[in-house]
Nanobody, 121 residues
Framework: QVQLVESGGGLVQAGGSLRLSCAAS????????MGWYRQAPGKGRELVAS???????TYEDSVKGRFTISRDNAKNTASLQMNSLKPEDTAVYYC???????????????WGQGTQVTVSS
């Protein structure tokens, strides 16, 4: 089994910064993709940023230039640096990982428990 643990959420004023961290542990052979999603009240879960093991990244349009995703493949961790935060960034942020648990086996996705980010105006 694989566990993802997030940390770093909190309350910040508009224009401020937060850094989220995600640590994956358990039976891990490799992690293809690590990403951050968010879900605001009354809305669906959306992709914020993701990073492949080869360094390719994707970002949701509204966070481009403000958020930066990074990974440490050796430590199975990912971070999301969030700058210039806006009230509309308020949401629960979830870490997701696409994991291969052993060579030749299928990939599975795992989710963290979520961390609240609240941006006040």
């Amino acid at each position: 089994q694989v566990q993802l643990v997030e940390s770093g959420g909190g309350l910040v004023q508009a224009g401020g910064s937060l850094r989220l961290s995600c640590a994956a542990s358990g039976s891990i052979f490799s992690i293809n993709v690590m990403g951050w999603y968010r879900q605001a009240p009354g809305k669906g879960r959306e992709l914020v940023a993701s990073m492949y093991s080869d360094g390719r990244t994707t970002y949701e349009d509204s966070v481009k230039g403000r958020f930066t995703i990074s990974r440490d493949n050796a430590k199975n961790t990912a971070s999301l640096q969030m700058n210039s935060l806006k009230p509309e960034d308020t949401a629960v942020y979830y870490c997701k990982a696409i994991v291969t648990i052993s060579a030749g086996r299928p990939q599975y996705q795992y989710w963290g428990q979520g961390t609240q980010v609240t941006v006040s105006s």
